[in-house]
């Protein structure tokens, strides 16, 4: 620096070849000559203070260190003396002293050889081989689980394993893995390694029939060894055995795609747009389909890449037909789900949608140009709707050699005009916004499921894993709107509303003869789950060696 400078004020050198010569960038030195102009005192050769050369807690401890290791003690014991001495140092600092002192480190040790002191506590395995209900009494913190068993014995989960072929063992069984794979789902747990903080409550494994519910490691690997074709055919026997339930209407879905991200340097992970940070970034991509009546997930697939996303929507509808006899009859979803040219081929099929339109320059000019006297106002029936009485002008369009209805609208509460795509000749454009408008019940969902179900806590950067995980988002999704029905007031709360209110409570559980007695700690909602009737009607539960299951308050 005293150079660069002597070289600029006294040899008076150009700025910017001094600054190259000296390896500043041009502004940088202009800085540095600036400062030195109104420095007073500027200082060039200034000595640097040395800090202290001793580290007084080592030295202090260094020979009984020493002394403590020529008796064989690790760097935890001798920090432990050190404790005791009231001299404080950590292990780490205590293997430092160790290693200048020319100490190597002690050979591992069996577990009989260490002293015994206070350590983890070792659980015992999940084994269903294990499991035995005797008369005893326990409290457990998941109370809310064993409201779902009603619907899970009707609705036969343990069958579904065994539909869709899942793998198991002789220590736990398909059955069983499934049961305990929906639990996570359906207690909130956002990561399959925060099982470990309930490892050690006995109402959790008691719910998967279990004589504990299986560690991070069993439940982070189980989905390895499934395949996107038996990810489908848990689906279809989902859709067979919730049949009866009324879940899925079928008269009209809302479609989306929803991007999961992922923050690791996979290579094999492809970037996607994610609507929640507007960008690209890496992700995993999932398709799914939404019940519009029922308000449950009925599909999913995230076993998809680059390219693959226009015809994911003719899988759902081959997924449909194969398992319900016929095609999907109306499908809404937004303009980025599929091309125009597949448009054509919904309706070739005779499948009714209702989509938006992109906003092209030109689009947007010849909506610029219409008259006034060409829009018209429609009403919609939504009473909690600010904007009721929107603009509307409706003209047929040509596409891909297909002649659909398009609709501009305005005073939608939008800056700029929606346009709107269908090829639904009977629905009028009231009904046609109203609908669209529900398409919202997706979204609503998808961030449900993002902040309940936690979709966007990425499993794994193996899509085929996510894949089961949105699979398990599915079932887990219908079962809570099969207990929303049951519970007076709840029939359109989200799935986080009803774990807080209702789920989410201590019990006591009793084994006493063929009897497993599940009794509610009081709270302010239990009056709801007392007049849902739930507690009145004994169960019978085939992975408990049929015993019976009574709730209580």
Not at 177 to 187: E, G, H, I, M, T
């Amino acid at each position: 620096m005293y150079e660069a400078l002597r070289a600029y004020f006294l040899d008076r050198r150009p700025s910017h070849a001094v600054a190259r010569a000296f390896g500043y960038s041009p502004g940088s030195f202009r800085v540095l000559c600036h400062a030195f102009r109104r420095d007073p005192a500027p200082q060039f050769f200034a000595s640097p203070q040395s800090g202290p050369r001793t580290q007084p807690k080592k030295a202090r401890a260094r020979d009984l260190v020493v002394t403590l290791r020529k008796q064989n003690h690790s760097v935890y014991e001798i920090a432990e003396t050190l404790k005791e001495r009231q001299i404080v140092l950590s292990p780490t600092a205590v293997r430092e002293v160790l290693r200048a002192e020319g100490f190597a480190p002690l050979p591992r040790r069996l577990d009989e050889e260490r002293p015994g002191r206070l350590g983890p506590t070792v659980e015992a395995v999940a084994d269903v081989r294990a499991f035995v209900l005797e008369g005893r009494r326990f409290s457990t913190a998941c109370g809310g689980l064993f409201l779902f068993v009603a619907d899970l014995v009707r609705l036969e989960i343990a069958s579904l394993a065994t539909a869709a072929r899942l793998p198991g063992s002789g220590m736990i069984p398909a059955g069983h893995a499934l049961r305990a794979a929906l639990a996570l789902k359906l207690w909130s747990i956002e990561r399959k390694s925060h099982i470990m903080a309930l490892v050690a409550d006995e109402g959790l494994g008691l719910f998967c029939g279990l004589n504990v519910i299986p560690k991070k490691s069993y439940l982070s690997e189980y989905s390895s060894r499934v395949d996107h074709a038996k990810t489908t055919q848990l689906l279809a026997a989902w859709h067979r055995h919730a049949a009866g339930e009324q879940l899925f209407a079928g008269a009209s879905f809302n479609l989306d795609f929803h991007s999961v991200p992922y923050y690791g340097a996979d290579p094999q992970v492809q970037r996607h747009y994610v609507s929640a940070r507007s960008r690209r970034q890496p992700s995993v991509l999932a398709f799914l389909a939404q019940d519009a009546q029922g308000r449950a997930f009925c599909y999913s697939n995230a076993d998809l890449r680059k390219g693959e996303e226009p015809e994911e929507v003719f899988q759902f509808v081959s997924f449909w037909k194969k398992h319900h006899g016929d095609y999907p009859r109306h499908l809404v979803f937004d303009s980025r789900l599929t091309t125009y040219r597949n448009l054509g081929r919904l309706d070739d099929l005779g499948i009714k949608f209702i989509t938006l339109r992109r906003r092209s320059p030109k689009l947007l000019g010849d909506i610029a140009a219409l008259p006034p006297s060409a829009w018209r106002r429609v009403t919609l029936d939504v009473p909690a709707r600010k904007y009721k009485t929107p603009r509307v002008v409706e003209a047929p369009v040509r596409l891909e050699g297909h002649t659909f209805r398009q609709l501009f609208v305005l005073d939608l509460g939008h800056e700029e005009p929606t346009i709107l795509l269908t090829n639904d000749a009977r629905i009028t454009p009231a009904k046609l916004l109203t609908r669209y408008a529900q398409r919202m019940l997706i979204e609503n969902a998808l961030s449900d499921a993002v902040r309940f179900f936690h979709m966007d806590a990425l499993s794994s950067a193996v899509g085929l894993k996510v894949d089961f995980d949105m699979a398990l988002l599915v079932i887990a999704s219908g079962l809570y709107r099969l207990l929303a029905r049951r519970m007076r007031g709840y029939t359109d709360a989200q799935a986080r509303h009803i774990f807080r209110d209702l789920i989410d409570t201590p019990a006591d559980v009793t084994v006493a003869g063929r009897e497993v007695q599940v009794r509610f700690h009081r709270r302010a909602h239990l009056p709801i789950i007392l007049a849902s009737g739930l507690l009145d009607s004994p169960v019978t539960v085939p992975w408990w060696s049929d015993f019976s299951l009574r709730l209580s308050a």
